[in-house]
């Protein structure tokens, strides 16, 4: 019977061994003994000498700082703590490689406001750092050694986070204003989008600013650096803010070195709506732009427009020009010359591509030699939507009809009115002159008038032997 409990207590302690790892090499090692011996070794009851081998060494320590010794393989706790206690681990050269130490609150000794610091020794580190805490009552943490001056993880006992500090993008207080005061017992992590109001003309995206909502408001324009992206450990992949432009400046954002949705800058105008996002290396931007309600540009002689960066359509509104009218002779008045059509659209553009632009020129006068009829006014465009232009009216003689107006290709196009014809009296034979085409958006020509810009007809002359009048030029006036 003795022999059986004799049998089971070396089983017990083989058991031991396979749960804490392989013992300090300083210390007798059972896996170089054979049962028989660890039996041999033990005090035999009733008499005679002889012990078991002391595979572990365990060492206890109260309320008190310990340095633990190179021989020691389980530090255990007796009593209660009264205070924070700092247990420092022998150096990971004189443990040995591979052997582990087991740290343990088998005392219950940690109650929540005082812990146990493991500390290195010299200059070891600990998992890559210079402690680990135990917090949690009946915590425990084991450590190898890698024989040089590493202790490391090979598994971990109980544990608590003491403290969470909210990151960018979360607070801890849903009652709070945007709190981010660390949460050191219980509570929630929300999400939230913090708003940053800046008011300056000169201002910063700062690599803080991940996730939150900047919003420029001055009536000045407004220069906004941003650094480049993934340098210094900053602005790295996936990060992400937004940017709002709440007053009437334009804000301008200008990385250092990165582009800015493949441009060197992006512009924002009054509300405009944008995120930023790094990819490593430029910014890329998701945009919500109200589009064409900036009045950007107003054509009156042909160009290239330029669209800045992130603008991505455009409405223009392009007139042709008006007609010109014609010479008289004799007593007969001059008819009206018609006015240019009128186009709008809404363009799909690419910023930083240039699209032609071509305004129509003016109608000329009719000569009073022949006379002749006024001169057509030309076609205006923005890229490919056009609106062409007035008719000048035919030569002069009685009952010449005035100019017809020009016609459009947008979405949204109106003809030009046509010029008045030079029949009409106001009795007693008197004849007047026929009054212009009205272009869209433009007064009427009255006799003896030039055509209203843009692209009015020009009003008939009511002389006799003279020369007629110049039609209005085309415009075209782009919202971005």
């Known amino acids: 019977m003795k022999l059986i409990e004799r049998l089971a207590g070396c089983l017990l302690v083989l058991g031991i061994l396979v749960l804490l790892g392989a013992p300090n090499t300083t210390q007798p090692n059972l896996s170089n003994m054979t049962l028989s011996q660890c039996i041999a070794n033990e005090p035999i009851l009733g008499g005679g000498t002889g012990s078991v081998p002391k595979c572990y060494a365990v060492h206890t320590t109260g309320d008190a700082a310990v340095v633990i010794a190179s021989t020691t393989n389980i530090e255990m706790t007796t009593t209660n703590l009264t205070a924070n206690r700092a247990w420092t681990l022998p150096s990971a050269s004189a443990y040995g490689q591979g052997n582990v130490i087991t740290i343990s609150d088998v005392a219950g000794a940690i109650n929540g406001a005082n812990t146990i610091t493991v500390t290195r020794a010299g200059s070891d580190t600990i998992n890559g750092a210079t402690t680990t805490v135990l917090s949690a009552q009946y915590g425990i943490v084991q450590l190898v050694s890698d024989g040089t001056s590493k202790w490391n993880f090979p598994a971990a006992g109980a544990g608590t986070v003491t403290s969470i500090t909210p990151g960018n993008g979360l607070v801890s207080s849903i009652t709070a204003s945007c709190s981010q005061s660390a949460i050191t017992t219980s509570g929630t992590l929300s999400g939230a989008m913090c708003v940053d109001a800046r008011t300056t003309t000169t201002e910063a995206i700062n690599d803080s600013d991940r996730a939150k909502i900047i919003t420029f408001s001055n009536s000045g324009a407004t220069a906004v650096s941003i650094a480049q992206a993934g ?70 002689s042909s160009t290239t427009y330029t669209p800045p960066p992130g603008v991505y359509f455009t409405r223009p509104q392009v007139w042709g020009g008006g007609g010109g009218s014609c010479g008289t002779a004799a007593a007969t008045p001059g008819a009206g010359g018609g006015a240019g059509g009128y186009s709008e659209d809404t363009i799909a553009v690419v910023p930083g591509s240039g699209v032609t632009v071509t305004v129509g020129a003016a109608g000329t006068a009719g000569s009073s030699t022949g006379p002749t009829g006024g001169g057509n006014g030309g076609q205006s465009a923005f890229g490919s939507m056009t609106a062409n232009g007035g008719t000048g009216s035919a030569a002069c003689s009685g009952g010449t009809a005035g100019g017809n107006g020009g016609s459009g290709n947008g979405t949204f196009n109106v003809t030009g009115g046509q010029g008045a014809n030079n029949n009409l009296s106001l009795g007693g034979g008197t004849l007047l002159p026929g009054a212009g085409g009205q272009a869209y958006g433009t007064p009427i020509a009255w006799g003896n008038n030039a055509g209203n810009v843009p692209g009015g007809g020009a009003g008939g002359i009511s002389s006799a032997s003279s020369n007629g009048i110049v039609g209005a030029k085309g415009q075209v006036n782009v919202w971005d």
Do not use: K
Request: aromatic share 10%; glycine share 6%.
């Open 231 to 300: 340098a210094a450990s900053a602005f790295q992949s996936g990060w992400v803010t937004w940017a709002r432009n709440i007053n009437t400046g334009v804000v301008t954002i200008t990385p250092t070195t990165s582009t800015i949705d493949a441009s060197s800058t992006y512009t924002l105008r009054r509300g405009d709506f944008i995120a930023i996002i790094s990819d490593g290396t430029n910014y890329q931007v998701m945009a919500s732009r109200q589009c064409c309600t900036h009045l950007s540009q107003v054509y009156t």
